[in-house]
């Protein structure tokens, strides 16, 4: 029975139980009548029935508050402070924290409610005693572990190769930031999904490969092991959905105790990646033109041999001759022009070998003054250097142009010192090779520009301007008469320009993205229905819409969508989707206090012709989670027929938990389930604030059902539905 009828019966049972009572006293009492007296009581209590009706009416009133009193005082307050007590159980924070759950009696409690609030308090404080001592006695064994994974996560990290780790059932387990750029540059719609399509804790890696090229070479490496091969590994090279062409190296993953007992048994494997399809053009334009070089000069060589050998004969005349000079003439012109063009790729090849790579600029500073020094006869020192700035560099070229240009300032002007600036330049970074000494012409610094770097004695096929390029920078000489110096500028790029920081904003947790799970070694694929599947299992996708009003079947469309992961059984809060987006219609003036989206925010924002596919992908193979998902689903529903995107996933709304666990508690708002489990929130009434919360929430109900016998997803489902709250639809 629900809690309001409940309180319903407790205020008009007292009236029902007068009217019995008295039906029994008079029925009693007239059974001890005579029939003289039956008849006589009859006609003495007949006229005066009226009176008793107003008497019931008075008793049952007072009778049913008091009732109704009794039941809020001795069944609604012991409840209440159960429901609380629990929250605090799965908040998991100490009594005396900021974000604890208030653990009070409500107003009106009995004293023996108020008592055992007392009692609670002090067990729960016994208990954050025993908790904290514990958690330093696990913090204190662990220490050493944690240390070797935070070591790994940090070699990770910072690894230049995309590197992906998965179990044998495909599942990534962990992976760095090079594979998700890499992932993102594979992704169909980079700038909405960022490649959180392809790549996430516990997402396939057959999105990516296909299931058939993984397993031959898992067989192949396991083979290898069986015959006691030390270090085996496999390779492959695949295209993908995009068109790019990946080169892949598998290492075995062995099971614990595995490689000691010399057994071959497997949980999980190591993806190297390489994304070779700019080599493999390159590789085959260079073929091609190496081909034509051969193929060409060999008929280019047989037709000059044949002419020069006719030329010898004396009684050539001079029309056949002429032909012939013409004939040597066009063939040495189609081999300069073959000999040009390969020489012209080779050195666009050499000007994009070394990639750009972000270094502090104080460092290369001091590197290029060590290496100047070192190879010329010229003393280098750092002068004003801005020792915050991160340079986007080609390390190794640009260092070859500044001892190219010093070298010529030695060789041709008697330089011996040279100064070495480091400033901001708006949104760029300018490098200044300052000396003293005489002035030159722009004529002398475009043949500097132009002609091939020499370094050592030895010319490159670099120039300077071809270094320059590279960087998308500037390069020009000016003169400082008040000072009577001199100095080459170079505008080189920043690092980190244009890095897309939204998500990062709204999101709390450590500097480095968690982008590992040990405990995925553990998983395995489920054969069970998502159904009988327990909840502590499953992935989830949480979700939030904001829209321009509340009406989805009157035309209100969805200007942002916000999304986060829960994989098992953690949130997962850098694998996020924040979208705005067009909706093509005016957003209400009520509405936009409240999100805070203008709409001017999404003018020229993809439509949601355009996001909902990438969403769908996002949540690919997940349980949607949202609060008060109802409404957020109908917008999703009402434009099925317009993009073809159906979301037949299951759902779990937050706010039917919240009916299931707390039914006695007043309000279901995100605001106040996050107050009683003690869930901060933060970027509340943005689409990812709200999915962040409410993915905490949810984490939080997670035990708490179970407590209540609710562990699978179709029971938890199944349970929901019968709640007040499931009746509500837009």
Same mark, same amino acid.
């Given at each position: 029975?629900?809690?309001?009828?409940?309180?319903?019966?407790?205020?008009?049972?007292? #009236?029902?139980?007068?009217?019995?009572?008295?039906?029994?006293?008079?029925?009693?009492?007239?059974?001890?009548?005579?029939?003289?007296?039956?008849?006589?009581?009859?006609?003495?209590?007949?006229?005066?029935?009226?009176?008793?009706?107003?008497? !019931?009416?008075?008793?049952?009133?007072?009778?049913?508050? /008091?009732?109704?009193?009794?039941?809020?005082?001795?069944?609604?307050?012991?409840?209440?402070?159960?429901?609380?007590?629990?929250?605090? +159980?799965?908040?998991?924070?100490?009594?005396?924290?900021?974000?604890? =759950?208030?653990?009070?009696?409500?107003?009106?409690?009995?004293?023996?409610?108020?008592?055992?609030?007392?009692?609670?308090?002090?067990?729960?404080?016994?208990?954050?005693?025993?908790?904290?001592?514990?958690?330093?006695?696990?913090?204190?064994?662990?220490?050493?572990?944690? $240390?070797?994974?935070?070591?790994?996560?940090?070699?990770?990290?910072?690894?230049?190769?995309?590197?992906?780790?998965?179990?044998?059932?495909?599942?990534?387990?962990?992976?760095?930031?090079?594979?998700?750029?890499?992932?993102?540059?594979?992704?169909?719609?980079?700038?909405?999904?960022?490649? #959180?399509?392809?790549?996430?804790?516990?997402?396939?890696?057959?999105?990516?490969?296909?299931?058939?090229?993984?397993?031959?070479?898992?067989?192949?490496?396991?083979?290898?092991?069986?015959?006691?091969?030390?270090?085996?590994?496999?390779?492959?090279?695949?295209? *993908?959905?995009?068109?790019?062409?990946?080169?892949?190296?598998?290492?075995?993953?062995?099971?614990?105790?595995?490689?000691?007992?010399?057994?071959?048994?497997?949980?999980?494997?190591?993806?190297?990646?390489?994304?070779?399809?700019?080599?493999?053009?390159?590789?085959?334009?260079?073929?091609?033109?190496?081909?034509?070089?051969?193929?060409?000069?060999?008929?280019?060589?047989?037709?000059?041999?044949?002419?020069?050998?006719?030329?010898?004969?004396?009684?050539?005349?001079?029309?056949?001759?002429?032909?012939?000079?013409?004939?040597?003439?066009?063939?040495?012109?189609?081999?300069?022009?073959?000999?040009?063009?390969?020489?012209?790729?080779?050195?666009?090849? +050499?000007?994009?070998? !070394?990639?750009?790579?972000?270094?502090?600029?104080?460092?290369?500073?001091?590197?290029?003054?060590?290496?100047?020094?070192?190879?010329?006869?010229?003393?280098?020192?750092?002068?004003?250097?801005?020792?915050?700035? !991160?340079?986007?560099?080609?390390?190794?070229?640009?260092?070859?142009?500044?001892?190219?240009?010093?070298?010529?300032?030695?060789?041709?002007?008697?330089?011996?010192?040279?100064?070495?600036?480091?400033?901001?330049?708006?949104?760029?970074?300018?490098?200044?090779?300052?000396?003293?000494?005489?002035?030159?012409?722009?004529?002398?610094?475009?043949?500097?520009? *132009?002609?091939?770097?020499?370094?050592?004695?030895?010319?490159?096929?670099? *120039?300077?301007?071809?270094?320059?390029?590279?960087?998308?920078?500037?390069?020009?000489?000016?003169?400082?008469?008040?000072?009577?110096?001199?100095?080459?500028?170079?505008?080189?790029?920043?690092?980190?320009? #244009?890095?897309?920081?939204?998500?990062?904003?709204?999101?709390?947790?450590?500097?480095?993205?968690?982008?590992?799970?040990?405990?995925?070694?553990?998983?395995?694929?489920?054969?069970?229905?998502?159904?009988?599947?327990?909840?502590?299992?499953?992935?989830?996708?949480?979700?939030?819409?904001?829209?321009?009003?509340?009406?989805?079947?009157?035309?209100?469309?969805?200007?942002?969508?916000?999304?986060?992961?829960?994989?098992? #059984?953690?949130?997962?809060?850098?694998?996020?989707?924040?979208?705005?987006?067009?909706?093509?219609?005016?957003?209400?003036?009520?509405?936009? =206090?409240?999100?805070?989206?203008?709409?001017?925010?999404?003018?020229?924002?993809? *439509?949601?012709?355009?996001?909902?596919?990438?969403?769908?992908?996002?949540?690919?193979?997940?349980?949607?989670?949202?609060?008060?998902?109802?409404?957020?689903?109908?917008?999703?529903?009402?434009?099925?027929?317009?993009?073809?995107?159906?979301?037949?996933?299951?759902?779990?709304?937050?706010?039917?938990?919240?009916?299931?666990?707390?039914?006695? $508690?007043?309000?279901?708002?995100?605001?106040?389930?996050?107050?009683?489990?003690?869930?901060?929130?933060?970027?509340?009434?943005?689409?990812?604030?709200?999915?962040?919360?409410?993915?905490?929430?949810? +984490?939080?109900?997670?035990?708490? /059902?179970?407590?209540?016998?609710?562990?699978?997803?179709?029971?938890?489902?199944?349970?929901?539905?019968?709640?007040?709250?499931?009746?509500?639809?837009?």
């Amino acid at each position: 029975m629900s809690p309001e009828r409940r309180e319903l019966v407790a205020t008009l049972a007292p #009236g029902l139980v007068l009217v019995l009572l008295g039906i029994i006293v008079v029925g009693l009492f007239v059974a001890t009548l005579e029939e003289a007296e039956r008849a006589a009581f009859v006609a003495m209590s007949a006229p005066r029935a009226a009176l008793l009706l107003p008497l !019931w009416l008075v008793l049952a009133g007072a009778f049913g508050a /008091l009732g109704r009193i009794a039941y809020r005082r001795w069944e609604v307050a012991p409840e209440r402070l159960a429901e609380r007590a629990g929250a605090l +159980l799965a908040a998991g924070v100490p009594l005396e924290a900021d974000a604890a =759950p208030a653990l009070e009696a409500t107003p009106g409690a009995g004293a023996g409610t108020r008592a055992l609030a007392q009692v609670i308090q002090a067990l729960a404080r016994q208990r954050d005693a025993l908790r904290a001592d514990m958690r330093e006695r696990v913090q204190e064994a662990s220490r050493e572990i944690e $240390q070797e994974r935070s070591r790994l996560a940090a070699l990770m990290a910072e690894l230049s190769q995309s590197v992906v780790v998965c179990n044998l059932d495909g599942r990534i387990l962990l992976y760095n930031n090079r594979a998700r750029l890499q992932f993102r540059a594979l992704s169909s719609a980079p700038q909405l999904a960022d490649g #959180g399509e392809l790549i996430g804790l516990g997402r396939s890696i057959y999105a990516v490969f296909d299931r058939q090229l993984v397993a031959h070479a898992l067989e192949r490496v396991q083979q290898r092991l069986q015959r006691g091969v030390a270090n085996p590994s496999a390779q492959f090279v695949t295209g *993908t959905r995009t068109g790019q062409l990946l080169r892949v190296q598998m290492a075995p993953v062995r099971a614990v105790g595995a490689e000691a007992a010399g057994d071959a048994a497997l949980n999980g494997f190591v993806l190297m990646l390489d994304n070779i399809t700019r080599d493999f053009a390159d590789e085959s334009r260079r073929d091609l033109l190496l081909h034509g070089l051969t193929e060409g000069s060999r008929a280019s060589l047989g037709n000059l041999l044949a002419a020069v050998e006719m030329l010898d004969y004396p009684d050539v005349d001079v029309s056949t001759r002429e032909r012939f000079h013409r004939v040597i003439r066009d063939e040495v012109k189609a081999m300069s022009e073959r000999i040009r063009e390969l020489s012209s790729h080779a050195t666009e090849t +050499l000007k994009t070998r !070394w990639p750009l790579e972000d270094m502090l600029g104080a460092d290369f500073v001091f590197a290029a003054a060590r290496r100047i020094e070192a190879l010329l006869e010229c003393r280098a020192a750092a002068g004003d250097v801005d020792g915050e700035l !991160w340079l986007r560099l080609d390390s190794y070229s640009l260092l070859q142009a500044l001892v190219h240009l010093v070298g010529r300032l030695v060789d041709d002007h008697g330089v011996r010192l040279i100064t070495l600036r480091l400033a901001r330049a708006g949104a760029r970074a300018q490098l200044d090779l300052v000396w003293s000494g005489p002035a030159m012409s722009t004529e002398t610094v475009v043949g500097w520009e *132009t002609e091939p770097i020499t370094v050592g004695g030895e010319a490159l096929a670099l *120039t300077l301007r071809d270094v320059v390029e590279r960087h998308d920078g500037a390069f020009w000489f000016e003169r400082e008469r008040v000072r009577h110096e001199s100095f080459f500028r170079f505008l080189l790029p920043l690092a980190g320009a #244009g890095e897309h920081l939204e998500a990062a904003q709204v999101v709390r947790g450590a500097s480095r993205p968690e982008y590992y799970d040990f405990d995925l070694f553990r998983t395995s694929e489920q054969t069970r229905e998502l159904a009988d599947r327990l909840l502590t299992e499953l992935s989830y996708t949480v979700f939030d819409c904001e829209t321009t009003g509340l009406d989805p079947s009157a035309g209100d469309e969805i200007i942002q969508i916000g999304a986060t992961r829960i994989v098992n #059984g953690k949130l997962r809060r850098h694998e996020c989707f924040e979208q705005l987006v067009d909706p093509r219609r005016p957003i209400s003036e009520a509405s936009m =206090p409240i999100h805070g989206i203008r709409p001017e925010m999404v003018a020229g924002q993809p *439509t949601i012709e355009t996001v909902l596919p990438a969403f769908q992908a996002f949540a690919h193979e997940t349980v949607l989670v949202g609060h008060n998902a109802a409404f957020d689903m109908r917008f999703l529903q009402l434009k099925e027929a317009a993009t073809g995107i159906v979301f037949d996933q299951p759902v779990l709304d937050t706010l039917l938990l919240s009916a299931l666990v707390h039914p006695q $508690q007043e309000s279901h708002r995100l605001e106040a389930i996050a107050e009683r489990l003690g869930v901060p929130v933060l970027g509340r009434h943005s689409a990812l604030g709200d999915a962040m919360v409410t993915a905490e929430v949810f +984490l939080k109900f997670v035990p708490l /059902l179970a407590e209540l016998g609710i562990r699978t997803l179709g029971q938890a489902r199944e349970a929901a539905q019968k709640t007040y709250y499931a009746r509500v639809t837009y």
